[in-house]
T-cell receptor, first 111, second 116 residues
Framework: QKEVEQDPGPLSVPEGAIVSLNCTYSNSAFQYFMWYRQYSRKGPELLMYTYSSGNKEDGRFTAQVDKSSKYISLFIRDSQPSDSATYLCAMRRTGFQKLVFGTGTRLLVSP | EAQVTQNPRYLITVTGKKLTVTCSQNMNHEYMSWYRQDPGLGLRQIYYSMNVEVTDKGDVPEGYKVSRKEKRNFPLILESPSPNQTSLYFC???????????????FGSGTRLTVV
């Protein structure tokens, strides 16, 4: 079993839809949770960063962490065609620099 | 501009011909790491470095070497490339200092390597 599981998609939605992207994990020691966005032929770029449980909002993006369920989510409101990319969840333990990544979910937002 | 620079972006080589992929960062980051990205397998760590002259194996180190002689540079060396090393490679860096806020890694743009 992988430490971090993520549905590969693709997830296709119309412009303006609310998108929900999710990851589950098995290591309860993970404390830092991140979402990266990766456009085709580009490196991943950090989108959201949260520590431990709770919600964090940044514009149209909301990250949620439920440590009791070992489940993290990224919500995108009013999705745009420019949001079409692969979204990678990542997480790490306190005191460790290594990030463990999900395999990524490909999102397609059609005009 | 703060960035991680990888070269080359694309490389086609033959089995057994030694090659080096360079990585340089201008953010004074202590931590640097190499990942390979393959369909269905995601990003897997090859090697990492906590600081100058400190390197260690990641999850898939076989067939690779690294060095960290300067803080800004972290080259990836394939001494004898094989076709199973055909992949998309990313270099990443971050702070590794107590008291600094770690906002995760900054990634380079990637190197697509094909070994024939």
């Amino acid at each position: 079993q992988k430490e971090v599981e993520q549905d590969p998609g693709p997830l296709s939605v119309p412009e303006g839809a609310i998108v929900s992207l999710n990851c589950t994990y098995s290591n309860s020691a993970f404390q830092y949770f991140m979402w990266y966005r990766q456009y085709s032929r580009k490196g991943p770029e950090l989108l959201m960063y949260t520590y431990s449980s709770g919600n964090k909002e940044d514009g149209r993006f909301t990250a949620q962490v439920d440590k009791s369920s070992k489940y993290i989510s990224l919500f995108i409101r009013d999705s745009q065609p420019s949001d079409s990319a692969t979204y990678l969840c990542a997480m790490r333990r306190t005191g460790f620099q290594k990030l463990v990544f999900g395999t990524g979910t490909r999102l397609l937002v059609s005009p | 501009e703060a960035q991680v620079t990888q070269n080359p972006r694309y490389l086609i080589t033959v089995t057994g011909k030694k090659l080096t992929v360079t990585c340089s960062q201008n953010m004074n980051h202590e931590y640097m790491s190499w990942y390979r990205q393959d369909p269905g397998l995601g990003l897997r760590q090859i090697y990492y470095s906590m600081n100058v002259e400190v390197t260690d194996k990641g999850d898939v180190p076989e067939g690779y070497k690294v060095s960290r002689k300067e803080k800004r540079n972290f080259p990836l060396i394939l001494e004898s490339p094989s076709p199973n090393q055909t992949s998309l490679y990313f270099c990443a860096s971050s702070f590794n200092r107590q008291g600094t806020i770690n906002y995760g890694y900054t990634f380079g743009s990637g190197t697509r390597l094909t070994v024939v």
